[in-house]
């Protein structure tokens, strides 16, 4: 089955920013800023009507009806060097129509309130599940072949190129099912879980709040709870808790039904709890987890307790609301950054770091490979989608001009760069586990924002981009955690019948309040807000990877700074791995474990270093 297209949807694809969504920064209504580029989609199709699309996709119909003759019931007594020439033809196949599911998320992406989008979309959606049925028999055979069998294949020289692809494939050796259910199964996603998302994605675009007297985008009300006046703050916040909770019942139905879906299909496949899925597709134990799930919680008093008590104090109120947690610690408008100079300080940061990684980076700008400003029916966020390696990534971003938009161009870019240099390992192992993928990200950000640190001379301002960068971190590591929390709470509960809306809420009041801790004051109205997070509906459990890939560049980045030698060549080497390496591999030139139970207190500790010296300043 193909990896690329619809199972990781446009606002929960891996590179979708944490720091974007968490602040609510929206499409549409932003001051017009000049230069913000739109991506160009004909590397992929021209437009939904091209020729060559339907062409693409009658050949791949064709040639995985071809395959499944050849191959079905055979893969067991062929040769290594067979079955590799097997797994070069699936490849080839499954990128033609990994390219087709990329142009129709991509373009939905830059349309999302575009009716003739959608159902294109939806379109290409059913008709590549229908192609890709054809092809499920071919992982689900490997998996049949006893390990002897399958040794024996590996013998052969053609066959161990495939060794990783192999590898991470038996992983979910234990948890499949016979032939009939798994193509059962993957037919009916697309009036099933893929539906459900949809209703989700639709529903949310059509939300409108009213601020100010105006009617607006739920993702513009959240991004007005930034403003410097507490009073809008205030107001936004009670109004989007007013819409989210007019729509909380379908919110809920919806989740209750994906949570219950899930269970089913765990039962099924005998997963022994709801994250274990999760955590074979991100190839780490249940352990690692279970070990920075543990670290973060029990370092929230050191962290998130501890910045927000100096925030409320700093703000000169005794107790924050939760729509103060985004408010700027200045009441002077942020000057804005046009996007030249963005595209400067990003590039000189990775340039800086090494010419190699910057020319990369340079494509990106060279090309129409972003899409950039905040237009009216565009997805929310920022995200990186890697397309296929045939073609090449795509970035979209929602920029504003402020500092903080360019720390996510920063991160967009890394997971682009990231893209590019894994492409080379083909389109079957090009992809990193989602506790690998943000590292690239994570690390191009850290190295802007040390550039810029770097630079800044005045005290205040250098000051508030330390709280920033702080804020940012708690958002990445301390809440993408508190929401794994959340889900794990709400799918554990699930499992013993439906949850009503209230109950949903009071979880999510329980696991922010212990994240964010004793500065804020939760009232009712916010039991609401984890509606329109669109993780919990689209990727269970996909959160944590962002604490996972924060920590783990810390220590990274710790590693860098120290002058280890031959960091950048080490660097560049991990990321061009792409999913052939396990994160033990990856790590060990660099001296790091993740197994390492102090592993986790390196990247913890970076964020408490620079809350030391806000507290100092």
Same mark, same amino acid.
């Given at each position: 089955?193909?990896?690329?297209?619809?199972?990781?949807?446009?606002?929960?694809?891996?590179?979708?920013? #944490?720091?974007?969504?968490?602040?609510? /920064?929206? @499409?549409?209504? !932003?001051? =017009?800023?000049?230069? &913000?580029?739109?991506? +160009? *989609?004909?590397?992929?199709?021209?437009?939904?009507?091209?020729?060559?699309?339907?062409?693409?996709?009658?050949?791949?119909?064709?040639?995985?009806?071809?395959?499944?003759?050849?191959?079905?019931?055979?893969?067991?007594?062929?040769?290594?060097?067979?079955?590799?020439?097997?797994?070069?033809?699936?490849?080839?196949?499954?990128?033609?129509?990994?390219?087709?599911?990329?142009?129709?998320?991509?373009?939905?992406?830059?349309?999302?309130?575009?009716?003739?989008?959608?159902?294109?979309?939806?379109?290409?959606?059913?008709?590549?599940?229908?192609?890709?049925?054809?092809?499920?028999?071919?992982?689900?055979?490997?998996?049949?072949? #006893?390990?002897?069998?399958?040794?024996? /294949?590996? @013998?052969?020289? !053609?066959? =161990?190129?495939?060794? &990783?692809?192999?590898? +991470? *494939?038996?992983?979910?050796?234990?948890?499949?099912?016979?032939?009939?259910?798994?193509?059962?199964?993957?037919?009916?996603?697309?009036?099933?879980?893929?539906?459900?998302?949809?209703?989700?994605?639709?529903?949310?675009?059509?939300?409108?709040?009213?601020?100010?007297?105006?009617?607006?985008?739920?993702?513009?009300?959240?991004?007005?709870?930034?403003?410097?006046?507490?009073?809008?703050?205030?107001?936004?916040?009670?109004?989007?808790?007013?819409?989210?909770?007019?729509?909380?019942?379908?919110?809920?139905?919806?989740?209750?039904?994906?949570?219950?879906?899930?269970?089913?299909?765990?039962?099924?496949?005998?997963?022994?709890? #709801?994250?274990?899925?999760?955590?074979?597709?991100?190839?780490?134990?249940?352990?690692?987890?279970?070990?920075?799930?543990?670290?973060?919680?029990?370092?929230?008093?050191?962290?998130?307790?501890?910045?927000?008590?100096?925030?409320?104090?700093?703000?000169?109120?005794?107790?924050?609301?939760?729509?103060?947690?985004?408010?700027?610690?200045?009441?002077?408008?942020?000057?804005?950054?046009?996007?030249?100079?963005?595209?400067?300080?990003?590039?000189?940061?990775?340039?800086?770091?090494?010419?190699?990684?910057?020319?990369?980076?340079?494509?990106?700008?060279?090309?129409?490979?972003?899409?950039?400003?905040?237009?009216?029916?565009?997805?929310?966020?920022?995200?990186?989608?890697?397309?296929?390696?045939?073609?090449?990534?795509?970035?979209?971003?929602?920029?504003?001009?402020?500092?903080?938009?360019?720390?996510?161009?920063?991160?967009?870019?890394?997971?682009?760069?990231?893209?590019?240099?894994?492409?080379?390992?083909?389109?079957?192992?090009?992809?990193?586990?989602?506790?690998?993928?943000?590292?690239?990200?994570?690390?191009?950000?850290?190295?802007?924002?040390?550039?810029?640190?770097?630079?800044?001379?005045?005290?205040?301002?250098?000051?508030?981009?330390?709280?920033?960068?702080?804020?940012?971190?708690?958002?990445?590591?301390?809440?993408?955690?508190?929401?794994?929390?959340?889900?794990?709470?709400?799918?554990?509960?699930?499992?013993?019948?439906?949850?009503?809306?209230?109950?949903?809420?009071?979880?999510?009041?329980?696991?922010?309040?212990?994240?964010?801790?004793?500065?804020?004051?939760?009232?009712?109205?916010?039991?609401?807000?984890?509606?329109?997070?669109?993780?919990?509906?689209?990727?269970?459990?996909?959160?944590?990877?962002?604490?996972?890939?924060?920590?783990?560049?810390?220590?990274?980045?710790?590693?860098?700074?120290?002058?280890?030698?031959?960091?950048?060549?080490?660097?560049?080497?991990?990321?061009?791995?792409?999913?052939?390496?396990?994160?033990?591999?990856?790590?060990?030139?660099?001296?790091?474990?993740?197994?390492?139970?102090?592993?986790?207190?390196?990247?913890?500790?970076?964020?408490?270093?620079?809350?030391?010296?806000?507290?100092?300043?």
């Amino acid at each position: 089955m193909s990896k690329a297209y619809f199972s990781a949807p446009v606002s929960g694809a891996p590179g979708l920013s #944490p720091l974007l969504e968490e602040s609510g /920064q929206p @499409s549409g209504g !932003a001051p =017009a800023l000049s230069g &913000p580029p739109r991506w +160009d *989609l004909s590397d992929l199709y021209a437009n939904p009507q091209d020729p060559q699309l339907t062409t693409d996709l009658d050949q791949a119909d064709e040639d995985s009806q071809a395959f499944a003759r050849v191959w079905q019931g055979r893969l067991a007594g062929v040769s290594g060097a067979e079955l590799a020439q097997a797994i070069a033809e699936y490849q080839r196949i499954d990128e033609v129509l990994g390219r087709a599911g990329s142009y129709a998320q991509l373009l939905f992406a830059a349309n999302t309130s575009d009716s003739d989008v959608a159902r294109f979309a939806q379109s290409i959606n059913e008709r590549l599940t229908a192609i890709s049925t054809h092809l499920l028999f071919f992982t689900l055979e490997i998996n049949r072949i #006893p390990d002897e069998g399958l040794a024996a /294949q590996m @013998s052969d020289p !053609a066959l =161990a190129r495939w060794a &990783p692809f192999l590898r +991470d *494939l038996r992983v979910f050796r234990p948890y499949q099912l016979s032939d009939e259910v798994e193509a059962v199964l993957h037919e009916k996603s697309v009036t099933g879980s893929a539906a459900w998302n949809r209703l989700f994605d639709e529903t949310m675009a059509g939300l409108r709040v009213r601020v100010g007297g105006e009617s607006t985008t739920l993702g513009n009300a959240l991004d007005t709870m930034s403003s410097p006046d507490r009073s809008v703050r205030a107001g936004a916040a009670r109004a989007i808790g007013d819409e989210l909770g007019r729509n909380v019942k379908l919110f809920s139905l919806i989740t209750n039904t994906l949570a219950k879906d899930k269970a089913i299909m765990d039962g099924l496949r005998h997963y022994p709890r #709801p994250t274990s899925a999760r955590n074979c597709a991100n190839m780490v134990e249940d352990e690692v987890v279970d070990a920075l799930v543990q670290a973060v919680t029990e370092a929230y008093p050191r962290l998130s307790h501890r910045y927000y008590a100096l925030k409320a104090k700093w703000l000169g109120l005794e107790k924050l609301e939760y729509w103060d947690r985004n408010a700027p610690l200045t009441t002077q408008d942020e000057p804005l950054i046009p996007w030249a100079d963005a595209t400067r300080q990003v590039m000189a940061a990775y340039e800086g770091f090494d010419p190699r990684m910057g020319k990369v980076a340079k494509q990106f700008f060279d090309h129409a490979w972003i899409d950039a400003p905040p237009v009216p029916g565009k997805a929310s966020g920022a995200f990186a989608h890697p397309t296929v390696p045939s073609a090449h990534p795509y970035l979209l971003l929602n920029y504003r001009g402020r500092t903080r938009d360019v720390m996510t161009l920063a991160h967009e870019l890394g997971h682009g760069v990231h893209q590019v240099l894994a492409g080379r390992q083909g389109y079957l192992m090009s992809s990193t586990p989602l506790t690998l993928a943000e590292t690239a990200s994570v690390f191009g950000e850290m190295l802007t924002f040390r550039a810029l640190l770097d630079a800044q001379t005045d005290p205040v301002r250098r000051r508030l981009m330390l709280a920033a960068k702080v804020e940012d971190m708690l958002n990445t590591v301390v809440r993408q955690v508190a929401f794994y929390r959340f889900e794990t709470l709400v799918h554990e509960e699930r499992r013993k019948g439906e949850l009503l809306p209230a109950r949903i809420g009071e979880i999510w009041r329980q696991t922010q309040a212990e994240s964010l801790g004793p500065a804020f004051n939760f009232t009712p109205d916010y039991d609401v807000y984890w509606t329109y997070v669109p993780h919990f509906i689209h990727s269970p459990f996909y959160v944590y990877a962002y604490a996972f890939g924060d920590c783990l560049v810390n220590a990274l980045y710790g590693v860098f700074r120290s002058g280890h030698p031959g960091f950048q060549d080490k660097y560049l080497d991990m990321l061009e791995a792409g999913g052939t390496k396990r994160h033990r591999e990856l790590l060990a030139p660099f001296g790091l474990d993740a197994a390492d139970p102090g592993f986790w207190q390196k990247g913890l500790d970076v964020i408490a270093g620079f809350i030391d010296e806000l507290e100092r300043v």
